[in-house]
Protein backbone atom coordinates (compact mmCIF):
# COMPACT_ATOMS: atom_id res chain seq x y z
CA UNK A 1 0.00 0.00 0.00
CA UNK A 2 1.72 3.03 -1.17
CA UNK A 3 0.25 7.17 -0.51
CA UNK A 4 -1.10 6.65 -4.80
CA UNK A 5 -3.29 3.16 -3.65
CA UNK A 6 -2.31 -0.62 -3.38
CA UNK A 7 -0.08 -2.62 -5.82
CA UNK A 8 -1.41 -5.07 -7.47
CA UNK A 9 -0.13 -7.67 -9.42
CA UNK A 10 0.31 -11.53 -10.15
CA UNK A 11 -2.21 -14.10 -10.89
CA UNK A 12 -5.38 -15.39 -10.00
CA UNK A 13 -6.60 -18.99 -10.19
CA UNK A 14 -10.28 -20.30 -9.58
CA UNK A 15 -10.26 -23.78 -8.10
CA UNK A 16 -13.87 -23.61 -8.00
CA UNK A 17 -15.07 -26.47 -9.39
CA UNK A 18 -18.76 -25.39 -10.88
CA UNK A 19 -20.39 -26.69 -14.01
CA UNK A 20 -20.05 -24.65 -16.82
CA UNK A 21 -23.81 -23.75 -17.64
CA UNK A 22 -23.86 -21.69 -14.31
CA UNK A 23 -24.39 -18.23 -14.13
CA UNK A 24 -22.02 -16.74 -11.79
CA UNK A 25 -23.71 -13.92 -9.64
CA UNK A 26 -21.32 -11.31 -7.65
CA UNK A 27 -21.29 -8.91 -5.22
CA UNK A 28 -18.67 -6.41 -3.45
CA UNK A 29 -20.04 -4.86 -0.26
CA UNK A 30 -17.56 -2.28 2.14
CA UNK A 31 -17.75 -2.28 5.74
CA UNK A 32 -16.13 0.35 8.42
CA UNK A 33 -14.26 -0.77 11.35
CA UNK A 34 -16.17 1.04 14.27
CA UNK A 35 -15.14 0.54 18.07
CA UNK A 36 -14.19 -3.24 17.68
CA UNK A 37 -17.15 -3.73 15.05
CA UNK A 38 -17.31 -4.13 11.11
CA UNK A 39 -19.74 -1.47 10.24
CA UNK A 40 -21.67 -1.58 6.68
CA UNK A 41 -21.28 1.38 4.54
CA UNK A 42 -23.35 2.69 1.28
CA UNK A 43 -20.87 0.80 -0.84
CA UNK A 44 -22.72 -2.20 -2.49
CA UNK A 45 -23.23 -3.60 -5.93
CA UNK A 46 -24.42 -6.69 -6.88
CA UNK A 47 -24.49 -8.18 -10.38
CA UNK A 48 -27.02 -10.70 -11.61
CA UNK A 49 -24.83 -12.06 -14.22
CA UNK A 50 -20.98 -11.80 -13.39
CA UNK A 51 -19.53 -13.19 -16.87
CA UNK A 52 -21.47 -10.28 -18.52
CA UNK A 53 -19.86 -7.62 -16.05
CA UNK A 54 -16.59 -8.44 -15.97
CA UNK A 55 -15.31 -6.98 -18.88
CA UNK A 56 -17.96 -4.46 -19.31
CA UNK A 57 -15.73 -1.02 -19.44
CA UNK A 58 -19.09 1.08 -17.99
CA UNK A 59 -18.82 -1.25 -14.96
CA UNK A 60 -17.07 -0.83 -11.45
CA UNK A 61 -15.45 -4.17 -11.54
CA UNK A 62 -13.95 -3.10 -14.94
CA UNK A 63 -12.24 0.22 -13.77
CA UNK A 64 -10.94 -1.12 -10.71
CA UNK A 65 -10.14 -4.79 -11.69
CA UNK A 66 -10.52 -6.68 -14.71
CA UNK A 67 -9.00 -3.92 -17.52
CA UNK A 68 -5.74 -5.12 -16.28
CA UNK A 69 -6.00 -8.78 -17.13
CA UNK A 70 -3.64 -9.29 -19.92
CA UNK A 71 -5.16 -12.22 -20.97
CA UNK A 72 -8.73 -11.26 -21.33
CA UNK A 73 -9.68 -12.14 -24.86
CA UNK A 74 -8.88 -15.95 -23.71
CA UNK A 75 -11.38 -15.51 -20.37
CA UNK A 76 -14.43 -13.85 -22.19
CA UNK A 77 -14.89 -16.77 -24.10
CA UNK A 78 -15.36 -19.74 -21.19
CA UNK A 79 -15.78 -17.14 -18.06
CA UNK A 80 -13.81 -18.39 -14.94
CA UNK A 81 -14.38 -22.05 -14.66
CA UNK A 82 -12.04 -24.42 -12.72
CA UNK A 83 -8.49 -23.67 -13.72
CA UNK A 84 -8.57 -20.83 -15.22
CA UNK A 85 -5.83 -18.09 -14.77
CA UNK A 86 -6.15 -14.72 -14.88
CA UNK A 87 -3.09 -12.70 -15.49
CA UNK A 88 -2.63 -9.34 -14.09
CA UNK A 89 -0.65 -6.30 -15.62
CA UNK A 90 0.95 -4.58 -12.37
CA UNK A 91 -1.14 -1.77 -11.41
CA UNK A 92 -1.64 0.59 -8.57
CA UNK A 93 -5.35 0.34 -7.50
CA UNK A 94 -6.63 3.34 -6.61
CA UNK A 95 -10.29 3.43 -5.32
CA UNK A 96 -12.31 6.45 -5.61
CA UNK A 97 -15.83 6.52 -5.94
CA UNK A 98 -17.77 9.00 -7.61
CA UNK A 99 -20.42 9.81 -4.43
CA UNK A 100 -20.71 13.03 -2.39
CA UNK A 101 -20.36 10.78 0.89
CA UNK A 102 -17.05 11.16 2.55
CA UNK A 103 -15.36 9.01 3.87
CA UNK A 104 -14.09 8.67 7.01
CA UNK A 105 -10.39 7.76 7.64
CA UNK A 106 -9.44 4.48 9.33
CA UNK A 107 -10.12 0.58 8.18
CA UNK A 108 -12.19 -0.58 5.76
CA UNK A 109 -13.00 -4.32 4.21
CA UNK A 110 -14.05 -4.61 1.44
CA UNK A 111 -16.02 -8.32 1.01
CA UNK A 112 -16.80 -9.73 -2.43
CA UNK A 113 -19.32 -12.84 -2.72
CA UNK A 114 -19.14 -15.33 -5.67
CA UNK A 115 -21.99 -17.48 -5.99
CA UNK A 116 -22.61 -20.13 -8.55
CA UNK A 117 -26.04 -20.83 -9.48
CA UNK A 118 -27.33 -23.61 -11.07
CA UNK A 119 -29.69 -22.88 -14.53
CA UNK A 120 -31.46 -25.73 -13.86
CA UNK A 121 -32.29 -25.06 -10.00
CA UNK A 122 -32.40 -21.62 -9.39
CA UNK A 123 -32.15 -22.39 -5.13
CA UNK A 124 -29.01 -24.09 -5.45
CA UNK A 125 -26.48 -21.34 -4.61
CA UNK A 126 -23.19 -21.95 -3.01
CA UNK A 127 -20.97 -19.06 -1.66
CA UNK A 128 -17.50 -18.44 -1.71
CA UNK A 129 -16.16 -15.31 -0.19
CA UNK A 130 -12.81 -13.13 0.14
CA UNK A 131 -12.04 -9.80 1.89
CA UNK A 132 -9.43 -7.68 1.97
CA UNK A 133 -8.71 -5.03 5.02
CA UNK A 134 -7.26 -1.61 4.04
CA UNK A 135 -6.33 0.58 6.59
CA UNK A 136 -5.07 4.56 5.85
CA UNK A 137 -2.20 3.99 8.09
CA UNK A 138 -0.72 1.85 5.82
CA UNK A 139 -1.16 -1.45 7.43
CA UNK A 140 -2.95 -4.40 5.86
Same mark, same amino acid.
Given at each position: ??????????? +?????? !??????????????? =????????? +?????????????????? =??????????????????????????? !??????????????????????? /? /?? =???? +????????????????? =????? +??
Amino acid at each position: MTEEGISVDGN +VTFWWD !IDPKDRLEASCSVSY =FDRGNWQPT +VLNIKYKDFCVAMFDPKQ =FWYKLWTKNIVNAEYVTKMCPLSGTVL !ILEPYTLKMQFGIDVPLKPGRYK /I /II =FLSA +VDINDWCQTEYKSFYRV =FDDSG +VQ
